[in-house]
């Protein structure tokens, strides 16, 4: 359903607005519940923007009340499958790792668009040298996913189980 926004100023809301086709709300929107009722794991990772000291300097006059630093920009999904959980005797709260695929360390090993070169430039020193040399595991690479952007949700996951068990598992045999 549509989002209504309360409160604050008209210039406020139409920031608010502006931001929501930004990051393509109803695009995520659409995606997560896809992804939700498919599998029952939701990991989406935060890519966020900063302003510098100008831009800040005019949204400041023109919308006020903000605070300098970042915004978040887009919010990628990714894949379930490549997602891996640390071990631990309870998983209520996860540290998740991406694994890189082949796919993933052929375009990071020898960049061919702008893009791949500024994921590859963000990426933690030491997975860059290991990256570099080859010297990752035959499966892949892990990449630490940085908890403070990493956003997942769970369809009826318990404390003790990693994952979410995907919606239409237990009628498998049945529709076998």
Do not use: C
């Not at 920009?73 to 890189?100: C, H, V, W």
């Not at 960049?111 to 080859?134: A, H, N, R």
């Amino acid at each position: 359903s549509s989002i209504h926004l309360e409160g604050g100023t008209q210039k406020s809301r139409e920031f608010i607005e502006k931001w929501f086709d930004k990051i393509n709300l109803w695009k995520l929107r659409d995606q997560y519940f896809r992804e939700y009722y498919r599998s029952g794991n939701v990991f989406m990772y935060r890519v966020d923007g900063n302003f510098t000291v100008e831009d800040f300097a005019k949204m400041q006059k023109v919308y006020g009340g903000l605070s300098q630093g970042q915004i978040p920009l887009k919010y990628i999904f990714l894949n379930p499958y490549d997602i891996m959980a640390k071990r631990s005797t309870s998983f209520s709260e996860g540290q998740y790792f991406k694994l890189l695929s082949e796919y993933d360390l052929e375009r990071l090993s020898n960049p061919k668009t702008e893009y791949d070169k500024q994921v590859f430039e963000s990426l933690d020193p030491k997975l860059k040298e290991k990256i570099k040399e080859g010297t990752f595991m035959k499966d892949g690479a892990e990449m630490v996913l940085d908890p403070t952007k990493l956003v997942y949700s769970f369809y009826k996951k318990q404390d003790y189980e990693p994952f979410a068990i995907p919606f239409g598992y237990p009628v498998l045999d049945d529709i076998n």
